[in-house]
């Protein structure tokens, strides 16, 4: 995590822990349209102060949902029938998304790079969702990725100052 003078990163985890119960009452109120001219500048600084590459945990701990159009493109890319790919990397869970089999992410690479960044996920381009609607639109899932992700931590914390 690149270093930061005008914002405390330390024990970010634990603090949004903590506020978890904050963000959700907070995010029940807020003023969308006041909050949508908001979030794309403090999307843009959350990753001047955020490195996924030193991070990643994303990658390593969850999944994203792999839709018909990304198993179509990525099973190209990958030289695989999509059946193939399904099978070897996939999973239907019990909502019915495609999601890896394992974690760590099959395509995260030692480096933290992803091997199939340019083709990869939807779900996985748009993630952590700081920049749109679905911040406050889809609540749960702000609150889950603020719990491992410090750019939502730091995008939350921000936007409710």
């Known amino acids: 995590m690149a270093a930061s ?17 904050v963000y959700a009452q907070r995010l029940a109120k807020i003023d969308k349209k006041a909050a949508l001219k908001k979030l794309p500048r403090l999307h ?18 969850y999944s994203p949902r792999f839709k018909m159009p990304d198993i179509k493109r990525i099973s190209k890319v990958l030289g ?21 089999k394992s974690s760590p992410c099959p395509f995260l690479q030692a480096d933290n790079t992803c091997q199939i960044y340019e ?36 995008v939350l914390e921000k936007l409710f100052e």
């Open 5 to 21: 003078t005008d914002f405390n990163f330390d024990n970010w985890e634990k603090r949004s822990l903590d506020r978890k119960k």
């Open 80 to 100: 695989m029938k999509e059946t193939e790919m399904i099978t070897t990397y996939l999973y239907m869970d019990e909502e019915g998304d495609y999601v890896v």
């Open 119 to 154: 083709d990869r996920p939807s779900d996985c381009a748009r993630f952590p969702y700081t920049d749109e609607d679905v911040l406050f639109k889809r609540k749960n899932i702000t609150l889950k990725n603020a719990e491992f992700c410090p750019a939502v931590y730091y």
């Open 44 to 61: 843009e600084q959350a990753f001047e102060k955020v490195d996924c590459l030193s991070c990643a945990r994303c990658c390593k701990n």
